[in-house]
């Protein structure tokens, strides 16, 4: 089984909707992302948690929430979504240790908003 | 804002070809940086990680080189293969920006055979 899995792998929605992506690991990480990828773009981080209680924004927060239900899941919700939310999203949990912090990435969410 | 940027955005090598792939950011206090590939459809997997005080780290037909004072660094594939077709990415983590990695938006190769 992946180590960081995410949920669901593809959605389209409409203008205006409330929708939910789901990431769940069982690397035991206290450290998750979620971040965004855009053609030509890279990657940009939306918003991070330390640990459960512990959630920052990141880079390009606004139009989007998140939830850090227990350390192995941390959800993603865009409130009211816009056509330029359409992306590819990616969950990331990371270990810090003495050879540096190592991100580890989930399959991804393909996201269209219409 | 740390900025990291990688040139060229696509490159095309036969088959056996050494790849040589560039990255470069603009604050030097970085405390890793981190090559990934990602295939289409797919997520980004972990290639290498050099640690700020490391020259360069090796795995396999990989060697990836970090330069801090010309704000450089290097990812070296050796004897090229098409199962090396990807994107390639990288990703520095600024050492006051903990856990936030700035990345590049990816050098796209293909190898043919």
């Known amino acids: 089984d992946a180590d960081v899995t995410q949920t669901p792998r593809n959605r389209i929605t409409k203008t205006g909707k409330r929708i939910m992506l789901e990431c769940s690991q069982t690397k035991g990480h206290d450290r998750m992302y979620w971040y965004r990828q855009d053609p030509g773009l890279g990657l940009r981080l939306i918003y991070y948690s330390f640990d459960v209680k512990d959630i920052n924004k990141g880079e390009i927060s606004d139009g989007y929430s998140v939830s850090r239900q227990a350390q192995a899941k941390f959800s993603l919700s865009l409130e009211s979504a816009i056509p330029n939310q359409t992306a590819l999203y990616f969950c990331a949990t990371s270990d810090v240790g003495t050879g540096g912090e190592t991100q580890y990435f989930g399959p991804g969410t393909r996201l269209l908003v219409l | 804002k740390q900025e990291v940027t990688q040139i060229p955005a696509a490159l095309s090598v036969p088959e056996g070809e050494n790849l040589v792939l560039n990255c470069s950011f603009t604050d030097s206090a970085i405390y890793n940086l981190q090559w990934f590939r990602q295939d289409p459809g797919k997520g980004l997997t972990s290639l290498l990680l050099i640690q700020s005080s490391q020259r360069e780290q090796t795995s396999g037909r990989l060697n990836a080189s970090l330069d801090k004072s010309s704000g450089r660094s290097t990812l070296y594939i050796a004897a090229s293969q098409p199962g090396d077709s990807a994107t390639y990415l990288c990703?520095?983590?600024?050492?006051?920006?903990?856990?936030?990695?700035?990345f590049g938006a990816g050098t796209q190769v293909v190898v043919t055979p």
């Open positions: 990703a520095a983590l600024v050492t006051d920006s903990w856990g936030k990695l700035q």
